[in-house]
């Protein structure tokens, strides 16, 4: 919801509810929706403060206030990836039964996720150090800022993301069908 800029279903009716009983009280109608959005926004920054899932997506997106008031920048499906860590990361698969490990194809670390693949991984480094010859040093806690700085900033960022992950993708398919069925042997160790 949060990398979608969705606010939650049940803040939704509760400024519903406030914006009616707001009817009769001084002050124009936009005013008062306005005063509304805001205090919904309120509630759900401290529902994300508490939030116990999402927690990558947390440390990219801590206030939600800059992320949902950008004038610019799509979330695409590569980028959906980046900032929510599911899609084509090995930790990832394992978790959901689709690879045989979590372990990264080409460094042997650990955690084959998204923290991994976009910010420490040298696989990825070459295209990592051409973004951040233009945008400066890249680290969960900034990038995003950085991000919807400006249209540019997003789009470099964006195609960082879809060249990564289309080749990683490319590379979790021609480890055949192991890595995302569980079913045979002849993956690595
Ligand atoms: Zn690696």
Known sequence: MVVAGAIPIHL?????KEVYQKKGQPGTRATKKEESREETLG???EEWDAAQKGQWTKRLIPRLGPW??????????FLTQ????????????HKMGRARSPMCLHCGDAQDDA?????VC?????WRRAVEDELGRLQPETLVLKMIESDRNWKRVA?????????KRMELANQGPASH????????D
């Open 82 to 93: 980046l900032l929510t860590g599911h899609g084509a990361f090995r930790a990832y698969l």
């Open 43 to 45: 509630r759900w920054q």
């Open 68 to 77: 949902l008031g950008r004038s610019q920048g799509e979330v695409d499906f």
């Open 122 to 126: 040298e696989r990825w480094a070459g």
């Open 12 to 16: 939704l009716a509760k400024e519903r």
């Open 115 to 119: 923290c991994h693949t976009f910010f």
């Open 181 to 188: 069925e569980g079913t045979s042997s002849s993956e690595e």
């Open 159 to 167: 195609t960082f993301a879809r060249a990564v992950l289309s080749e």
